[in-house]
């Protein structure tokens, strides 16, 4: 046993954290209720690393066994590889290989053309790991464009799907699930309304993914709960002219089988697989790129609000760590929320300095500031704008208060 390993059992620390000295940390990726992921580099390259904080999940450790089984077990062409995993006195770590290609439509929006065709065999390829899952008895339950990821940066990458946190494995294959889960318009109607769900939300997802790839918005557009499920349950799909007028009918006709509000009423997955369109055959050689290009600048706004709300979700983390001089969250929360959509993974390879300490110029060093050489960073426009708009809402609400309170004030003294 080396000294390192005899310092660490001092400590209390495991036995696998041993293996936390083989990856160096750096920008940070996302972060959720329970953790935070991070990039890493590692002894065979880049990798992320899910750390979820043992203090948030107690009691409900069951779900980090479940998500790290279902890893190991599941190996297929477009799902991102398990790689290792460890943990310390406070923490879990998840060690997944690094798809560094892009999301789904910000990758798409970077070339020349993209078709009718191209975005049937995209869908063909998520379709296939859904299918491979539900072989398995595992239902995804977070299927939407952000967890849709190109493998590398090569023109001929293969998609992979990501983001196994919420997934679930059925103990038998009518086993229901009750528990809210997914993302808000991309989760069935059956989830929103609690009423139990399984491998068809998976089917309900992908069918908005495959509206939106083709017409740069989703069907169902209500931004108030109650609206979104009413609208997704009455189920009228609209394909409105003037976008849809160069579309096969192939593609509305595969659609329409997947957005139905009836879960047994929508197809399965392997039915879905047999469908024409994803043969690409009767596809049109119509252009998507102008509507893609027009739903990511309608999304910026949108993402700017999700960096700030990521902020909050870090800090507030950041706050539960019992472990805080071994600590694996950024130092500046805002600054890493904003490296998470303004770093360009073709710029972030890790020359053999950079493992002995030096960080490159650019690249994000552990504490999730920028690396040597780059100044201070300044927060994208996106994000500062955000920032502005729930600072104003927030003094907005404020004076509202005050107005509501002065005036149930005057009316208890005209009472009186």
Not at 208 to 231: A, K, M, N, V, W
Request: glycine residues 8%; charged residues 30%.
């Amino acid at each position: 046993m080396s000294f390192t390993n005899m310092l660490n059992r001092l400590h209390g620390q495991p036995e696998s954290y041993d293996k936390k000295s083989k990856y160096r940390f750096g920008r940070t990726l996302g972060a959720g209720t329970y953790g935070i992921v991070r990039e890493a580099e590692g002894p065979d390259g880049r990798v992320a690393i899910k750390i979820i904080l043992k203090k948030v999940v107690r009691g409900n450790e069951r779900m980090v066994l479940d998500e790290l089984e279902m890893l190991q077990r599941l190996k297929h062409p477009h799902i991102v590889k398990f790689v290792d995993w460890f943990e310390s006195r406070d923490k879990y770590y998840i060690v997944t290989e690094l798809a560094t290609g892009g999301e789904l439509f910000d990758r798409i929006s970077e070339q020349g053309k993209f078709t009718e065709k191209d975005a049937s065999q995209t869908i063909k390829q998520v379709l296939g790991a859904v299918n491979y899952l539900h072989q398995n008895n595992v239902v995804h339950r977070d299927l939407k464009p952000e967890n849709l990821l190109y493998r590398t940066r090569a023109p001929d990458s293969e998609l992979v799907l990501a983001d196994f946190g919420i997934a679930k494995t059925l103990g038998t294959k009518d086993e229901v699930l009750t528990t809210m889960a997914g993302s808000l318009g991309y989760a069935a109607p059956e989830v929103m309304l609690k009423q139990g769900h399984g491998k068809p939300v998976d089917l309900w997802s992908l069918g908005i993914i495959t509206y939106t790839l083709l017409c740069g918005y989703p069907p169902f557009r209500s931004e108030h709960l109650q609206d979104l499920i009413d609208e997704c349950s009455a189920c009228r799909v609209v394909y409105h002219e003037r976008y849809w007028k160069d579309v096969s009918d192939d593609a509305k006709d595969f659609i329409n089988h997947l957005l139905r509000a009836k879960p047994e009423e929508r197809w399965t997955s392997e039915q879905a697989l047999a469908h024409p369109w994803l043969s690409g055959k009767n596809a049109s050689d119509h252009n998507l790129l102008p509507e893609i290009r027009a739903y990511l600048t309608r999304a910026r706004l949108r993402r700017g609000i999700e960096m700030v709300k990521l902020a909050n979700r870090i800090e507030a983390l950041k706050m539960q760590e019992d472990d805080p001089e071994d600590s694996d969250m950024p130092k500046d929360a805002t600054l890493a929320a904003d490296q998470t959509r303004h770093f360009s993974p073709s710029r972030a390879n890790t020359s053999d300095s950079d493992r002995d300490g030096a960080s490159s110029a650019g690249a994000p060093t552990a504490d999730g500031s920028g690396g040597a050489g780059t100044g201070k960073r300044t927060l994208s426009k996106t994000i500062k704008g955000a920032i502005f708009r729930e600072v104003v809402l927030a003094k907005v609400r404020e004076m509202k208060e005050k107005e509501e309170t002065l005036k149930l004030t005057e009316e208890a003294s005209k009472t009186a």
